[in-house]
């Protein structure tokens, strides 16, 4: 644990979120249609319809998560990148300082 005059990211555990969050967003779009299964079997035409209404919203609805997770995981990499450059940027500042 750092210091409180200190910043420190957990930079390995950042990557392992953004691979965790990409793993989830794969598998909720390769999923099925569920509800589409069960036409016909649930009741009549106006328990379809409304299936197929609320299947619809969700796919709608779906995108949009599909979207905000791939724009988090691609800030949640570009944070890690950064970090990373400006610590070995840094430790390359002091070392070249160390050597005059």
Same mark, same amino acid.
């Given at each position: 644990?750092?210091?409180?005059?200190?910043?420190?990211?957990?930079?390995?555990?950042?990557?392992?979120?953004?691979? +965790? $969050?990409?793993?989830?967003?794969?598998?909720? #779009?390769?999923?099925?249609?569920?509800?589409?299964?069960?036409? @016909? %079997?649930?009741?009549?035409?106006?328990?379809?319809? +409304? $299936?197929?209404?609320?299947?619809?919203?969700? #796919?709608?609805?779906?995108?949009?998560?599909?979207?905000?997770? @791939? %724009?988090?995981?691609?800030?949640?990499?570009?944070?890690?990148?950064?970090?990373?450059?400006?610590?070995?940027?840094?430790?390359?500042?002091?070392?070249?300082?160390?050597?005059?």
């Amino acid at each position: 644990m750092g210091s409180a005059d200190r910043l420190t990211v957990d930079l390995d555990g950042l990557e392992d979120f953004s691979a +965790a $969050l990409e793993t989830i967003r794969t598998t909720m #779009s390769e999923a099925p249609n569920w509800m589409l299964e069960f036409d @016909g %079997e649930l009741g009549g035409r106006e328990v379809d319809d +409304a $299936l197929d209404q609320f299947e619809s919203h969700w #796919s709608d609805g779906r995108g949009q998560v599909d979207k905000n997770c @791939g %724009e988090f995981i691609k800030l949640v990499k570009t944070a890690v990148e950064n970090i990373r450059k400006a610590d070995n940027d840094l430790r390359d500042q002091l070392v070249a300082s160390g050597e005059q």
